[in-house]
């Protein structure tokens, strides 16, 4: 993201994260918050991502969705890492967003929170 209230926003919601774990009422609010700024910047696949986070975090109160797995590497589904941790990684792709590894990797925390909800 490009926009110097975005990029701010970000480091915040990172700091809380590393702090205080996630508390899903403020998280959520933060993510709609980054989520206009996803649209303005016509970013399609974060702003889609970003909905679908906060959807999830006031829907359930936690974020399940686990880190993308790595190609080739096997893992246990009972070791995936989710919560905050997860977040985290999730907001990093999101601050990260021109690399399209980054892209492809937000489109796998798509796909898993909208068959989540279904």
Do not use: C, W
């Amino acid at each position: 993201m490009e926009n110097k209230k975005a990029i701010k926003l970000i480091k915040k919601i990172l700091d809380d994260l590393d702090h205080a774990g996630i508390v899903y009422n403020t998280l959520a609010n933060q993510l709609k918050e980054l989520r206009v700024f996803a649209v303005e910047e016509e970013l399609p696949v974060v702003a889609k991502a970003l909905r679908l986070a906060y959807e999830h975090l006031e829907e359930f109160e936690i974020f399940v969705a686990p880190i993308p797995e790595d190609e080739g590497f096997e893992e246990d589904e009972t070791e995936r890492i989710t919560g905050s941790e997860s977040m985290i990684y999730f907001i990093n792709l999101i601050k990260n967003q021109n690399n399209p590894l980054n892209v492809e990797e937000l489109r796998e925390y798509i796909s898993y929170l909208e068959d989540f909800a279904d």
